[in-house]
């Protein structure tokens, strides 16, 4: 494994390397989902290249950023032990943004402005620009993205059409723990307590998916919301049913015919998000 900390001399690098090249982005504190990710970028490419940076642009809030969770010895770690091979950029903010650390101002359709955009101001300009910038500079054949973070997968969708970039998007089913909580760096921030509740996003996906065809999805958002009041520890933020691919939320007179359902919930201070498809 190469480890590279200035994304010049990785390009040098990259450039001796055998082609197609995937690569993995990651915020680090590496789970079984990023895992999956990796082995999938293995199998279908000769080069594997996994980024690990937490992206200071997409936090809204200086709290979550500093709480998040950084593992990075050990993320090292794991990645060796499924290849030794693989290259891996572990940036400063100072190597991905120079002096600047500040998001450009993307144009992404309005995709950035509901749900997780809705609730993060910004934060998809952050992510935006971040992608961008790997994209356009390692310039990887394909690129993986977990279904975790659905609507984050849209956007890239979106930027890597609207700049006609080369790289194939490959987007890669959400990884869950056994009681079907879906997998998730923040999950480890989570007290003893709080995680024997965080099942519950899921529970209330799987209630969706099972009633959404017989009852009027507004009907359908009702007992969601019902449902979570029944917790003090869990506070609903927003439970939606949108076309997969326009992000625009179905109408609320008619059942679900198609569609997916995002949910997103505070328990304590740990805010989890997770989807399903309703098909
Ligand atoms: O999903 C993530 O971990 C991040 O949003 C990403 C894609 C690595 C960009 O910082």
Redesign the pocket.
Known sequence: MKVFKASKSLVSHLSSQSRPLGFV???GALHDGHLSLINKALEQNHSVLV?I?I?PT?FDNQTDLENYPTHFEADLQKIEKINGNISVYLPKAFDVYGQNIQSKSFDLGGLDLIMEGEKRSGHFQG?AT??SYFLNTFQPEKAY??EK?FQ?LRI?NHITQSQKLKTKIVSCPIVREKDGLAMSSRNALLTETERKFAPKLYESLCYAKKNAKHIQYGQLKDRINDFFKKYDLLTLDYFRITNAATLKEIDLEKPVSKGRAFIAAHLGKIRLIDNMDMS
């Open positions: 982005p990651t915020m980024s940076f992206n997409q992510v971040v992608v993205f977990g973070d984050q890239v």
